[in-house]
């Protein structure tokens, strides 16, 4: 994962970089927005950590012209502590999600992933085909076979989750972390319970099963 911070605060901006890089995500920074935004348009990121109080151009401008550019890399934007009207005005404008400072770095990195993974960006395969199944990250339509399966944007992160691993076992935490981004306690049934929406919509019509439960373990998506 490749991920551009825009944020004019320099101790900021270079912490931030820091958590990414313990996390195996690479990044740079730059200190204003029209910068920002020229990067942001001629460089392909995986990711765009914005901030809104930026000089030059602030962050609502940076993101306004970047998709009035055409440019779907996921934005994530951070806000004031009480920045409710920021954070609404965020998502209309065509930001991905916003994080409040102070933040946490786990966080921090968990909805970086969790955003990539759904935009299906460059990091990720934008078709993931395992067996019968074929699930397109761009357009969000998901087949098995000659059916087309309608999911909702969760249990598509969950599915993408999985068929990127195919084969692999994925963990209920990792689950977590990349769909949810640690919103949720993990000791909740909610995994549990996607998994199994996932199973009335994607196995139950056919006659083999794609996705395994690994006791103790987690699940596998596999080619039946």
Avoid at 130 to 135: A, C, K, M, N, S
Avoid at 190 to 195: K, L, Q, R
Wanted: charged fraction near 30%; proline fraction near 3%; include cysteine.
């Amino acid at each position: 994962m490749r991920v551009l911070i825009v944020e004019d605060e320099k101790p900021l901006a270079t912490l931030v970089a820091d958590g990414l890089s313990r996390a195996g995500i690479a990044s740079e920074m730059v200190h204003d927005g029209r910068t920002g935004c020229e990067r942001g348009m001629h460089e392909r990121w995986d990711a765009i950590v914005l901030d809104i109080l930026l000089p030059e151009l602030n962050g609502f401008a940076v993101c306004r012209e970047l998709r009035a550019a055409g440019v779907e890399t996921p934005i994530l934007m951070l806000t004031a502590k009480d920045g409710d009207l920021d954070e609404a005005e965020a998502l209309e404008i065509g930001a991905d999600d916003y994080l409040r400072k102070p933040f946490s770095y786990e966080v921090l990195v968990a909805r970086l992933r969790a955003l990539v993974r759904r935009s299906g960006g460059r990091s990720a395969e934008r078709v993931l085909t395992v067996g019968e199944l074929r699930i397109d990250t761009a357009t969000h339509q998901v087949t098995r076979g000659e059916l087309v399966v309608e999911l909702t944007a969760t249990e598509l992160a969950i599915l993408v989750a999985l068929a990127s691993r195919a084969g692999q076992v994925v963990s209920k935490q990792t689950l977590y972390d990349e769909v949810w981004g640690f919103e949720r306690d993990y000791r909740s049934n909610v995994v549990e319970v996607y998994i199994r929406y996932l199973r009335a919509k994607i196995d139950e019509p056919f006659a083999t099963k794609t996705i395994q439960t690994v006791r103790g373990a987690g699940y596998r998506l596999v080619d039946p």
